[in-house]
């Protein structure tokens, strides 16, 4: 069986241009993951309902920002974050990362070195931790701070074992 997996940054960066763009082109594939941020988003929840219209699209979202799951290589927390003054959730969550080794110089949209630096037990631990923190999220009734992102890697680790003819 052979599979074709496209990324692709589709130009837009908020979620509701993200999930149109996902089912503008949704009839070219099989399944369409948005990944978002919650952010500071006031259309997030318009973009959630709109994303349910298709089976095909899965929104992948990380509260507040996808940062949650690098920090989750480093420390298990669901301490929220929440706007202070001119700083965004996001801003102190970034704040946050950047006291762990390696992370000091860490800038948004900068992973590509990242994921060699996080694989191994650090990935271990955020794999381990993010569906937990999820579930502790759901319990709760408060998103922030969770993430999806461990369900989108579980879906690549998937196709990428031997599948059922």
């Not at 390696?102 to 996080?118: P, R, T, V």
Request: glycine share 4%.
């Amino acid at each position: 069986m052979q599979v074709t997996v496209e990324i692709t940054h589709c130009g837009r960066t908020d979620p509701q241009g993200i999930v149109a763009e996902a089912l503008a082109r949704e009839a070219k594939f099989d399944h369409v993951f948005c990944v978002i941020d919650r952010d500071g988003h006031q259309k997030f929840d318009d973009a959630l309902m709109a994303a349910r219209q298709s089976p095909k699209i899965d929104v992948i979202a990380s509260y507040p920002c996808f940062e949650y799951w690098l920090l989750l290589h480093f420390e298990n927390t669901r301490k929220p974050y929440t706007a202070v003054g001119k700083k965004s959730a996001a801003d102190l969550l970034i704040d946050r990362l950047k006291t762990h080794p390696g992370m000091e110089h860490y800038a948004k949209g900068s992973i590509q070195s990242l994921f060699d630096y996080l694989n191994g037990p650090r990935f271990a631990t955020a794999r381990a931790t993010a569906p937990r923190v999820l579930a502790d999220a759901k319990k709760s009734g408060d998103m922030n701070p969770s993430t999806r992102i461990h369900d989108l890697m579980a879906f690549f680790e998937n196709l990428s074992s031997p599948q059922p003819m």
